[in-house]
């Protein structure tokens, strides 16, 4: 039996209880999380299980009849979105090489290394263990953002695994659709898969610039009316994310995740009115969905399949996490400025996400009724091995490298000081430089009302300054600076440019400084 709880149908509480609970917690998790630096998914999982029939039964497949799949799509199609929104070009710059290789080569060996690991790990069929190998190269935004929330690292690190995460769920999504038609239909030609793969890749694209063009214009050029424009442009992101992903997805199956992420990276990189406004609500509607597809999908895990698989699932978690995953990395980022600690944080933090359960869990339900169907009772064995390793994988990586993450961060010593440098000066590029070489974070901004050669520097929350004028780095005088996660900004006063975080915004959306 595939991972998904058995339906009671006896006294079976209403929808709107169950919606309710679950946001409740969803809630709770993210100011749990939040109050001890550990993130969210962990908690979600947990409350999943909690909630479930496992637990105290609250939630059942029965529970969301055939809507469950719809809803899991449209939420992934926000988190995906709002993901793929802050998802700037400037940070790509920092590491373009790292982050190119990852989502190919890097993406390549994890297929081929998970497929080849499934098929003599589990003895699932060929066509079972590329699909396997297809949906766990995922990553996603939908682990990789809470994580990155209490675990402030360089940017570039940032980088690396917010672009992983987006354009492999892209890949992850199609190619394990690509794979299973291709299994279900017993037509296996490398052919058929790669025009396949190009024709929803293609078609995802389409959509996506599509409605990114259909958006900016609305969001620049028409009038919204003055009084209500930040919430109507809020509006109008949200269901042109929502648009994109159903049209792209009726007209080819997990083409929509596609469209969804081609207009959140075109629209995160353009200049509209009220972005400020738009990312923080994005923001907060992916905290909700977010909360409710992870703990409507722990709910479903039925343990007995995950345990059914044996010592053999517990080598393919190891093989997974600790071989292919390190290996990937160190290769993607051989030559780059990422240091070696940075790359084992790198590879100690690859959850995978909502892609990976939401989809083995259609492919298991198809198989099951296919095996039923056709009288092959050994797609139902298949069906088992799917979703049994997708959410075997998925559970021991989000509990351990998730809930673990802020933890390896410290233990490596890769969290950083963010400090602003503001001034293009000789003394300003040599400090930036010295920072950058210590590991620390640094921001680079130009001040044309005033020039200096001794940037001062101070805490964006205590506002204390000291001068670096003596040559000696930031941090080793000033009290509080040995806290790795504050800001910090250099520049000519305090007094005369403020620090980040004190804007307005007027009237058209502009952010101005209000010093």
């Not at 149908?9 to 550990?38: E, F, N």
């Not at 980088?159 to 199609?174: F, R, S």
């Not at 520049?491 to 915004?505: A, E, F, H, I, K």
């Amino acid at each position: 039996m595939y991972p998904l709880a058995a339906a009671t149908g006896v006294g079976q509480p209403s929808l709107m209880l169950i919606v309710a609970v679950i946001v409740a917690l969803g809630v709770g998790a993210q100011v749990v999380s939040d109050r001890y630096r550990v993130p969210s998914v962990l908690f979600l999982i947990l409350a999943g299980i909690a909630v479930g029939p496992k637990g105290i039964g609250l939630v059942t497949q029965d529970a969301f009849g055939g809507a469950l799949s719809t809803i899991v799509g449209l939420s992934v199609a926000i988190i995906v979105f709002e993901g793929a929104f802050h998802l700037h070009l400037d940070k790509l710059r920092e590491t373009p090489s790292a982050a190119l290789r990852l989502v190919t080569v890097g993406a390549l060996i994890s297929f081929a290394g998970t497929a080849v690991a499934v098929r003599f790990l589990l003895g699932a069929d060929w066509g079972i263990a590329l699909v396997v190998g297809a949906l766990l190269v995922a990553t996603g935004p939908t682990v990789i953002t809470p994580i990155l929330a209490v675990v402030p690292v360089r940017r570039p690190v940032a980088a690396i695994l917010e672009t992983e995460g987006i354009v492999n769920d892209v890949t992850a999504a199609v190619l394990a659709v690509v794979v299973f038609e291709a299994v279900a239909a017993q037509e296996v030609e490398p052919g058929n898969f790669v025009s396949a793969f190009a024709e929803r890749v293609g078609i995802g694209l389409a959509v996506g610039i599509l409605v990114a063009v259909i958006l900016w214009y609305v969001l620049v050029h028409v009038d919204l009316s003055p009084q209500n424009a930040p919430q109507n442009s809020r509006l109008i992101t949200l269901a042109g994310a929502v648009v994109a992903f159903a049209v792209a997805d009726s007209i080819a199956a997990e083409a929509g995740v596609a469209a969804v992420a081609t207009a959140g990276i075109i629209l995160g990189n353009v200049d509209i009115p009220y972005q400020q406004n738009i990312e923080e609500f994005k923001g907060d509607i992916t905290l909700i969905v977010l909360s409710f597809i992870f703990i409507a999908l722990a709910a479903l895990i039925e343990f007995e399949t995950l345990l059914g698989l044996g010592l053999g699932g517990i080598a393919l978690v190891v093989v997974v996490a600790l071989v292919l995953r390190p290996l990937l990395v160190f290769l993607s980022t051989y030559g780059t400025k990422i240091t070696t600690r940075e790359k084992l944080f790198i590879s100690l933090v690859g959850p995978r996400g909502i892609i990976p359960a939401s989809v083995a869990t259609l492919f298991a339900i198809e198989l099951a009724v296919l095996a039923e169907e056709q009288g092959r009772p050994e797609l139902a064995a298949q069906a088992d091995i799917l979703a049994g390793t997708v959410f075997l994988v998925i559970l021991v990586t989000v509990v351990f490298e998730g809930g673990l993450a802020r933890k390896t961060a410290e233990r490596l010593k890769i969290l950083p000081m963010r400090i602003l440098i503001v001034g293009a000066g000789k003394v300003g590029r040599s400090l930036a430089e010295r920072l950058e070489d210590r590991g620390e974070d640094v921001l680079r901004s130009s001040s044309q009302r005033r020039r200096t050669t001794t940037p001062i520097c101070w805490s964006a929350s205590s506002r204390r300054h000291s001068s670096t004028s003596n040559g000696s780095s930031p941090g080793r005088t000033t009290p509080g600076m040995s806290t790795p996660s504050r800001s910090w900004a250099c520049g000519p006063s305090p007094r005369r440019t403020p620090p980040p975080g004190r804007w307005t915004t007027s009237s058209n959306g502009r952010r101005l400084p209000t010093g």
